[in-house]
Nanobody
Framework: QVQLVESGGGLVQPGGSLRLSCAASGFTLDYYAIGWFRQAPGKEREGVSCLSTSDGNAYYANSVKGRFTISRDRGKNTVTLRMNSLTPEDTAVYYC????????????????????WGQGTQVTVSS
């Protein structure tokens, strides 16, 4: 059964850090793009960071550049989003998602491209 499970969300103070993990089961992440997306109340879901395993291309939204880092653990078949210097504006439900790219990879991080989604994990940044 193909499944993505996010973990690592929680409550953190402004300026703090969190590490989100997305565990894939039922398939390996080779030749996939893996993305982290978020949706705040009343807002559309947006791409935060995406990684293309075929070519190593990584995308970051302007709002998180320099603060967030996406990485893959091949052995554990997981993708991690390290989030530093968090602000209240980062508060949202964070989802991971995948899209099969084959050998050609993927650039960008558009919600509409990704077709396999996890259930989401809540991140709240508040003092």
């Amino acid at each position: 059964q193909v499944q993505l499970v996010e973990s690592g969300g929680g409550l953190v103070q402004p300026g703090g850090s969190l590490r989100l993990s997305c565990a894939a089961s039922g398939f390996t992440l080779d030749y996939y793009a893996i993305g982290w997306f978020r949706q705040a109340p009343g807002k559309e879901r947006e791409g935060v960071s995406c990684l293309s395993t075929s070519d190593g291309n990584a995308y970051y939204a302007n709002s998180v550049k320099g603060r967030f880092t996406i990485s893959r653990d091949r052995g554990k078949n997981t993708v991690t989003l390290r989030m530093n210097s968090l602000t209240p504006e980062d508060t949202a439900v964070y989802y991971c998602a995948t899209h099969f790219t084959g050998q050609y990879g993927l650039s960008g991080c558009r919600v509409s491209v990704f077709d396999n989604w996890g259930q989401g994990t809540q991140v709240t940044v508040s003092s």
